[in-house]
């Protein structure tokens, strides 16, 4: 089974400045999909950025960029530019690769609860 | 892209009661997951559905929880003699299964079960 830690349970970062939200796996997978999904207070959950382990490149989504560390199952977060509206709590989840019956099925963090100062 | 919409956004109940939620899909998404999210915590997979099919279900979901997807369109859970253990936020997410990829999971806002 897989499973997905986030170590971070709050963070905390100035308007403007650059965060980074932490994330380590644990799977036997060589391929699988890596997501962060970001849920608003009160709000519904949304996909962030997502990331195939089979793609070396890291992916990027305007402010938002990944560090994905294969051989060390790491997978952090890094918001650039920090607005008032990246208040939130931000969930880490990995998804089993194409093919078996279990696609499609997200397991995920603890969460990291961001706040965003003025 | 209307979204997913799940009915009610929230429900008190007593223990004891039986209650019923609905989750409407985008559309075009072939695939149904139902998650259950207790505060601070992560959501935990519960069910999924493929069209009308039940494909998987997680020890989670005790004799007490039913899901149905009869025509491959809405859902709904059903918790039979709730406990207060199942007070939780019940997420409903769809997605599309294509030949090749699988568009991502799309979340509604969630119905909050609290359990008196």
């Known amino acids: 089974a897989q499973t997905v830690t986030q170590s971070q349970p709050e963070m905390s970062v100035q308007e403007a400045e650059t965060v980074t939200l932490s994330c380590t796996y644990d799977t036997s997978e060589n391929n699988y999909y890596l997501f962060w999904y970001k849920q608003p207070p009160s709000r519904q959950m949304i996909l962030v950025i997502r990331q195939e382990a089979y793609k070396q490149q890291n992916a990027t989504e305007n402010r938002f960029s990944v560090n994905f560390q294969k051989a060390a199952k790491s997978f952090s977060l890094k918001i650039s530019d920090s607005q008032l509206g990246d208040t939130a709590m931000y969930f880490c989840a990995f998804m089993k690769p194409l093919g078996g019956t279990s696609y499609g099925k997200l397991t995920f963090g603890q969460g990291t609860i961001l706040t965003v100062h003025p | 892209d209307t979204g997913v919409s799940q009915d009610p956004r929230h429900k008190i109940t007593k223990r004891g009661q039986n209650v019923t939620f609905r989750c409407d899909p985008i559309?075009?998404?072939?695939?149904l997951y139902w998650y259950r999210q207790t505060l601070g915590q992560g959501p935990e997979f519960l069910t999924y559905?493929?069209?009308?099919?039940?494909?998987?279900k997680s020890r989670l979901l005790s004799d007490r929880f039913s899901a149905e997807r009869p025509k491959g369109s809405f859902s709904t859970l059903e918790i039979q003699r709730t406990e207060q253990g199942d007070s939780a936020m019940y997420l409903c997410?769809?997605?599309?299964?294509?030949?090749?990829?699988?568009?991502?999971?799309?979340f509604g806002n969630g119905t909050r079960l609290t359990v008196t």
């Open positions: 559905f493929q069209n009308e099919a039940q494909l998987e």
């Open positions: 559309s075009e998404h072939n695939r």
């Open positions: 997410a769809s997605s599309l299964k294509g030949a090749t990829d699988n568009s991502p999971l799309h």
